[in-house]
């Protein structure tokens, strides 16, 4: 009996580290999303910078898997480049180092039972205390994580220690330390967390279950193990994610195989640079030694294990959206990023959809440097289009945003955050509004194209003149100049100005008794829709 109350607690132990461990990550990625988003796009700029960035945050977030899940997602977002996060992986596998150490100078040099006690009594008594939308709520949860991640390590030792007085060693000993490279391997597959696994390797070492050249061993498996989490993350996404998670496979595997090479090397340097050290000491020594030695093995090719990435999982262009569809909501100050990105290629769609429309092509014209009235006399032969499906593609890309900024407002109670991604749905539907527009004016415009009588033809030629510098506009205030609303503001006079012409021309219209009477009809409801088009796209700048 006494038997199975050991393993019990051995297991439980486990279970309350794993689950400090997560609940860890889950108040890391609310309180800590944003800073981690702006210190990556800040410190991204070169392999060594990346490399710092892998290593700090790794060391302050305890956990390379969501510094391994953020470099994914941002990469899917398109936020930062395979190249930088490839250095970023590499930096996280020192970084990840730092929960050994703390583990071993703190888990084990004292008693932290009572201080895993304190810690999440107060952790715990301030998120009850803390609002829903408050920040604190979360650094409170913090609190709570670390607190229960060493009570659960505590939980362990004392039960290896138990076990330990009356286990017979010698019974269950591989004769060579290589095995237990393979059950760190697995064990770390299985429970994905390097950390949990280190901790149960230094507890069993500190209790003397083992020896440190299978502890050693045991360490250089949990490396390999981590990857685990990388390829899970990259399944079903993109092909730059899934090179992202190749590359930290041969990394961390081309490693773990020279290490275990040397194993015997390693070990002896340490012991010669730190005779005096304990196991626990020597077990966190020896995973940085190694860790650093595979980065310094790696960090001049890491543009080289780029190109050589790229050779495979090349990405179809098949999925409606560009941007959402690689980034977790999960991860929220990156998707709102990501949602950014998105709405700015649903714009270019629309604009795209509204220049076909006028047999003006996309998106060449807008860097010409021609006048609008050359413009529309070079372009004046329809294009084989199918609107159609077009505005359908539209239509489903606007459904998938809105679809994933209802699941970032469901999961997120921050007020600022909410606030900024009201102001994107609001871009959406003005977005929306211009493109329904432009597709309800298409049989109007296919009307008045091949239209004969010269009252009409000058009315088409005003029609497509109003889009084209209204878009163009659009994209003058969109691109930063900083007199851009000022300008907009002349434009839509101008448009205004344009609209009262066309009135006197649908006047024209009317006289000639040779044109169908249904074409004034049309006219007047093609203008209004220019009208609508200009003001959607105009309340947009609006909102920047």
Not at 335 to 347: N, P, Q
Not at 401 to 422: F, G, K, M
Not at 480 to 493: F, L
């Amino acid at each position: 009996m006494e038997h199975y109350k050991i393993w019990i607690e051995a297991f439980s132990g486990l279970g309350l580290f794993l689950f400090g461990m997560l609940y860890l990550e889950e108040q890391i990625k609310s309180s800590a999303g944003r800073a981690f988003k702006q210190l990556v796009q800040n410190a991204t700029k070169t392999h060594f910078k990346s490399l710092l960035t892998g290593i700090f945050s790794t060391a302050v977030f305890q956990s390379s898997s969501v510094v391994t899940l953020m470099a994914l997602s941002l990469v899917g977002a398109k936020l930062m480049s395979l190249d930088s996060s490839i250095a970023i992986i590499l930096g996280s596998n020192i970084g990840t180092t730092v929960t050994a150490w703390i583990v071993a100078v703190i888990g084990f040099n004292m008693d932290i039972k009572l201080l895993s006690y304190a810690v999440i009594g107060i952790g715990g008594m301030g998120q009850v205390l803390s609002s829903d939308t408050s920040k604190w709520k979360n650094y409170f949860g913090v609190l709570v994580g670390f607190g229960l991640i060493f009570l659960g390590l505590e939980g362990m030792k004392e039960s290896f220690s138990d076990s330990a007085q009356n286990f017979d060693m010698t019974a269950y000993q591989f004769s060579t330390p290589y095995w237990y490279a393979l059950i760190g391997l697995a064990l770390t597959a299985v429970i994905q967390s390097s950390s949990a696994s280190i901790a149960i390797a230094q507890s069993a070492l500190y209790t003397h279950v083992i020896g440190f050249e299978a502890a050693a061993a045991f360490v250089i498996g949990t490396n390999i193990g981590t990857t685990v989490t990388a390829l899970l993350g990259s399944i079903g996404s993109i092909a730059d994610k899934k090179r992202v998670a190749l590359a930290h496979l041969l990394f961390n595997v081309s490693t773990g195989v020279i290490s275990l090479l040397f194993l015997y090397q390693l070990i002896t340097l340490v012991d010669f640079a730190f005779p005096h050290a304990d196991g626990v000491i020597k077990i966190a020594i020896f995973h940085t030694l190694f860790n650093i030695l595979g980065v310094l093995i790696w960090y001049p090719f890491i543009s080289f294990l780029a190109a050589l990435t790229q050779k495979y999982f090349h990405q179809p262009q098949d999925k409606v959206t560009k941007f959402i569809c690689n980034v977790s909501t999960e991860v929220p100050q990156i998707a709102i990023e990501a949602l950014k990105k998105e709405i700015e290629y649903l714009s270019k769609k629309v604009q795209e959809f509204a220049l076909l429309a006028i047999n003006v092509p996309p998106p060449k014209v807008l860097d010409e440097h021609m006048g609008i009235d050359k413009i529309l006399d070079r372009y004046t032969h329809s294009f084989n289009v199918d609107f159609e499906k077009l505005y359908e593609k539209i239509r489903l890309l606007e459904g998938e945003i809105y679809r994933y900024a209802a699941e970032l407002s469901a999961v997120n109670n921050d007020e600022e955050y909410n606030n900024n991604l009201n102001r994107l749905i609001k871009e959406v539907n003005y977005l929306a509004t211009a493109a329904k527009v432009i597709k309800d004016m298409l049989y109007d415009l296919d009307y008045f194209y091949n239209a004969g009588t010269n009252e009409e033809q000058q009315f088409y030629k005003n029609i497509r003149y109003q889009i084209l510098k209204n878009i163009q506009a659009f994209n003058k205030a969109i691109q930063g100049d900083q007199d851009s609303m000022k300008e907009m503001d002349e434009i839509y006079k101008r448009i205004a100005d344009a609209y009262k012409k066309s009135t006197l021309i649908i006047k024209d219209i009317a006289k000639n008794h040779t044109i169908k009477s249904d074409a004034t009809t049309m006219a007047i409801n093609a203008m209004h829709s220019v009208k609508s088009f200009s003001k959607s796209m105009y309340n947009i700048l609006k909102l920047n």
